[in-house]
């Protein structure tokens, strides 16, 4: 196993001659094997399979805020040419995603945790950031590492004459253990990162990054969000990392060309 985890790592090391970049705005090493209009690719066709099953809302207001908010993230970002889109969709799941290319999707669920425009910035600037450091890229290529090795592994056992139930115990362990010690890590990476850069996202689009703390602070102890928690965890952890980064975003929003403060308040009908 550790033989085989090395060649892993040793596998990802040469690959990462051709395909390792850096992470704009963390400077953090990144493998990614897939290229960036691949995974917009993809992202546009996931956009549209969601956009034809989910519900899409008609309330102009909450439509116009969302597209209000994510433009300016948008502009905060760096530019990757991604053509973006805003939608608002009418469900009670507690959710919001940024596929890669830039498409956006508010779920109406999550805005019972926020007071304001910038708490909305907040999250649209997380999700903006998964894009933009092609977190989903770098997965399908850990994905495909993981599934290299098991392949290999699977190949190793049998040359060694193991047993076919023992094999697959192996190999169930290999995929639990990549699961847990590779694949869990990089997501919890992921989304420290993706914290880091919607803060300043949000600040730079001239939202007060302090509303990023109290809407992780909110929403973590609520209680009750599965599908937004399951991806997105929570706690203590984050909020101390984003209450560290104040003072870069704090700089950040003092030289924004135009300072919203917390913008709107989310209408009244979707905090109940
Ligand atoms: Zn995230």
Redesign the pocket.
Known sequence: MRVLLGLLLSAGLLLCSSGCRKVEGTDRRQLVLTTEGYENKLGAQSYQEVLGTEKRSTDPALIAMVERVGKRIAAAAPDHGFKYEFTVLESPTANAFCLPGGKVAVYTGILKYMENEAQLAAVVG??VA?AIARHGGERMSQGILVQGAAVGLSAYLKSKGVEPTTQNIALAAFGAGAQVGILLPYSRT??SE?DELGLYYMAKAGYHPAEAVKFWQSFGSSGGQPEFIS??PSGDTRVGQLQQLQGKALMLYENAKSKLGTGEAIPARYRK
């Open positions: 997380h999700e998964h992921h989304e993706a991806t997105h």
